[in-house]
């Protein structure tokens, strides 16, 4: 699988921070809405909500805390890829 950005890190937070980076990343490479994002940490907690619109998420990790926090992703009609 292809993925537009890979957002890797020993340890890793998601929230609100690390969402607003990943989608300032995103637009700062003209990376086109529908594309898969990959987001893998050894340890990886979720705090808060952390919300990605417009492409599909790939989430890895070794260990994964979501007891402070849910993951929203919101992906809008796309054409299916070829």
Do not use: N
């Not at 402070?68 to 890829?81: E, F, L, N």
């Amino acid at each position: 699988m292809d993925y537009s950005l890979a957002y890797c890190r020993d340890r890793l937070s998601l929230d609100r921070g690390a969402a607003d980076l990943i989608d300032a990343q995103l637009s700062a490479t003209g990376v086109k809405p529908g594309t898969s994002i990959l987001i893998a940490g050894r340890e990886v907690t979720i705090s808060g909500t952390f919300e990605i619109s417009g492409h599909d998420v790939v989430l890895l990790a070794d260990r994964l805390d979501g007891s402070q926090g849910t993951i929203v992703v919101r992906a809008p009609d796309v054409p299916a890829r070829e």
